[in-house]
């Protein structure tokens, strides 16, 4: 007797959806899979367009001229991570994989500027800044608007995340996984779940990024071209004591064909404020369902988890 298909995550539309209807369908989609996948967003195509061209111009530069903006020094929070310097928690192998990252830029004196280094940027790439400026503030109101939705799915008021999110330590990330042989083993980036609140991918197009679902299986996240790949984190998984679960994902090679091509991706880590204290939501818990985690504030499971990935030392 063959074996049923396993379900796929559902393609949601921002835009066809009323508010109410689609706060639902993202709340099970994560409630059963930890994923979803958004179209009609509404971030600017061009915008998005011109990010993808600055991207891959950073990364063809040479490596000694990439290296000259190496994030080593701030945890990995700012500037430039080398192909491979990664590692998934308990993995065996190092990532196959290069990144740059860009945060918030807090003014000088601000309480929480502690904790959010000072971005740097490429000299040799002209209005490198001004794009990705205005690219993380595009992920930044998505991220609300699907902040909001999350929020009604839990019963709480839409505005709920704004006081908890406003200053968050969220981060723009450029991917680059470098060709690999036709032969090559093993995945381009370990199984793993990711530490902030949600996240918010483009490029997930380009085959490759699979979810494992709770029957154990993997399943291969294709979003429609220009679509959102959106991804429950440990903090909202904490926040909700489980009820929305942080789903191990990983990025596989692809087929031999096309393992001659360079992947490009841009996730956005959408983080909660640094001295936000992360409890279990009451609407989360009762007698059945006690709290699952301690109580941690978003700066400390922060350090704590880049300490396992191996951004900041121990």
């Not at 993995?91 to 000088?108: Q, T, Y």
């Not at 699979?210 to 071209?225: A, M």
């Amino acid at each position: 007797m063959s074996q049923p298909e396993p379900a796929q995550v559902p393609i949601l539309s921002m835009a066809d959806m009323a508010k109410a209807d689609f706060a639902q369908a993202l709340g099970c989609s994560f409630q059963r899979f930890g994923f979803a996948m958004v179209r009609d967003h509404g971030m600017n195509e061009a915008v998005i367009d011109r990010c993808w061209a600055l991207s891959r111009r950073f990364f063809d530069l040479p490596v000694d001229a990439k290296l000259r903006y190496d994030a080593a020094a701030n945890g990995g929070q700012r500037g430039y991570t080398a192909f491979g310097r990664e590692i998934a928690k308990d993995a065996n192998e190092n990532d196959l994989k290069e990144f740059w990252h860009i945060g918030r830029d807090l003014p000088m004196g601000d309480p929480l500027a502690n904790a959010m280094p000072p971005n740097v940027w490429p000299e040799e790439i002209t209005h490198f800044r001004a794009a990705f400026t205005r690219l993380y503030a595009e992920f930044e109101q998505a991220g609300a608007a699907l902040l909001s939705a999350i929020a009604l799915y839990l019963g709480l008021d839409e505005h709920w995340f704004e006081q908890a999110t406003g200053k968050g330590n969220s981060i723009l990330r450029l991917l680059h996984y470098p060709p690999v042989s036709p032969a090559a083993p093993g995945v381009r980036a370990a199984a793993h779940e990711d530490i902030n609140l949600i996240t918010l991918l483009l490029g997930a197009e380009e085959g490759g990024l699979e979810l494992k679902d709770r029957d154990g299986n993997w399943l291969p996240v294709v979003p429609p071209p220009g679509a959102l790949a959106i991804n429950v984190g440990d903090m909202l998984q904490r926040l909700t004591n489980h009820r929305l679960p942080s789903t191990s994902h990983r990025v596989v090679n692809p087929a031999p064909e096309r393992r001659g091509v360079s992947r490009y991706s841009m996730p956005f880590f959408l983080h909660l404020r640094p001295d936000f204290l992360i409890e279990p939501l009451p609407q989360c818990t009762d007698e059945a369902h006690l709290p699952r985690d301690p109580p941690i504030t978003a700066h400390d499971y922060l350090m704590e988890r880049l300490r396992d990935i191996g951004l900041v030392k121990a």
